[in-house]
């Protein structure tokens, strides 16, 4: 790994080729309407704009702030915010400038501020088993005509099995994601309209009864999923510098805390050995099995343990080549903040 | 809890009352030169402007980024990068437009990089126990000769005790600083020079050896220092908007992992439950004992973990007054990323 990029480090990598395989098989899984391109993985509108050119029109998002971005950038043909929000005034304008925004809603309360700020459309927010947001299954009827009787179009249900999606075990997935949905199926059946929107990358070859999944981790991928045997490639490192080395045996790169999304514990080296711990900007780890440490001065890869919150630390990521020495475009990470 | 901020949530809140206690706390035990403010557990320079005014005119920095931030500020007239770094060119725009610009090194490799790039001084760091950066003590001074063999002024030693300043057994973080410091007076005599910089927010009042304290975190606090009982109160907290709340026995605030460092595990939620989970945009916790669950609507305030990675998700900072009713100024956090 003596090669070195000529970039600040930490600095964001994305396998341009290993993305765009990542992009392709979803596409071809899950065509058009079929997957709602979830943005909160990546907050990226140049990503985002490769997933409309294969086909797909309509995305979600989970903050005020990503539905501007990606108004304000051309993709907002269909714009779901699959959270609930309290103050939708935000989001006006963009209907106003033509683009088509739709809210979650749960509750008496989400439906009134949707409803008092002149939002058009909703879909209502089922809890399907994960203990977050989302109403009861059997509130979800009457919840609907509540939003109805204020005037709001209500598009179906969306209910996210996130409870779901992560679970290594492909047989006790499959159940809960089937368990979960049957909840989904029971509100919508109470609710109406076309949409059942659910799902995510560990289920979206899973879920049967959602009408669009909302992917988001495909594109870029961490290494939590790649736990999953999904088939996505890690197309996102972070490259970092050796900055120390000690002879009693581990190195120290510049790439840390403030570099990475840490909920699901450490990061990897790629090809390296056991990750030791995180300090602000360092991470400290010993050599793979039968492999020298690095020197002084060389580059690694730090592959993060969970994508999201990982790509929110940084401003810019860089689509390079399939041996990483070469940067083909920087891409703004421009959808962060709120 | 029904009072309502008018800000975008999540936002960053400063208890101005807070700041200033401890600001003036910590001023007060360690005045002048004898505080070094490290500044990345704030990256603001108007917050380093407040700790100046009280007459700490040296600075910590970490990143390269913040060393400019802080030169452009007009605050770098002492500036002490308390990393190893291979690239210095950046540094040296900053000494010539008046910055005293000092580097850390710990190798022939980094001592290398500084002299190429025309650093002026340097401090050699120390390895004093944690396996970080550092070089061996008894390196130390056949480092600073090549430091001065390549033209470098060697103006002392940096050794952070960070395996100990943590410890929540005041004794045991006593008797683990001793030991570290230890290591750095032996390495100190080889290197000679004024300075011996170590320390943090949990050894400011226990290192007797350090001529300056590299505390940061002292400042806003968090709920990892506040277990050490120290005379520091939290002055940051996260506003949150409760966007769902489950008859089952729980709320959801939009305050998730963008907005928190996590690697210190769940934040808490003040004068509240247990927390449960946090997800991207999400907090999930049930209410303390003998009160009700917040409704959808009120406001809450999450304590986070770790203070340093979650301010690095922000982009500025709101200062509060006692009741956390008016906002009384706002911060930029101006020395983000690389």
Known sequence: VSRVLRLQTPALLVDAAALEANLSAMSAALPGARLRPHVKAHKCTELARRQQ???????????????????????????????????????????????????????PETVKAAAAAGIAEVLIDVNVGMPRCGCEPSDAGRLADEARSRGLTVRGV????????????????????????????????????????????????????????????????????AKLGLPFRHALT????????????????????????????????????????????????????GRALPAVGEQVEVLPAHIDPTVAYHDRMHLVDDDHVEILDVWPVDMRGW
């Open 238 to 289: 972070i490259l970092a510098t050796v900055i120390s080395a000690n002879p009693a045996g581990w190195a120290v790169a510049d790439c840390g805390l403030k570099a990475l999304g840490m909920d699901h514990g450490n990061p990897a080296i790629a090809g390296g050995g056991p990750v030791w711990f995180c300090s602000d900007e360092h991470i400290v780890f010993s050599a793979a099995e």
């Open 158 to 225: 969306l209910g996210y099995e996130g409870h779901a999606v992560g679970l290594e075990d492909r047989p006790r997935r499959l159940q809960e994601v089937e368990e979960a949905m049957a909840k989904l199926v029971t509100a919508h059946r109470n609710v109406g309209g076309d949409t059942v929107s659910a799902g995510g990358t560990g289920s979206y070859d899973i879920n049967q009864v959602a009408t669009e999944i909302q992917a988001g981790s495909y594109a870029l991928m961490d290494t939590a999923y």
């Open 53 to 107: 050119q294969l086909g797909h029109h309509s995305f979600t998002c989970a903050t005020i702030r990503e539905m501007e971005v990606m108004a304000k950038a051309g993709l907002g043909s269909d714009l779901l915010l699959a959270n609930e929000v309290l103050d939708c005034s935000r989001l006006i304008p963009l209907a106003d400038a033509g683009a088509r925004v739709t809210v979650a809603v749960d509750s």
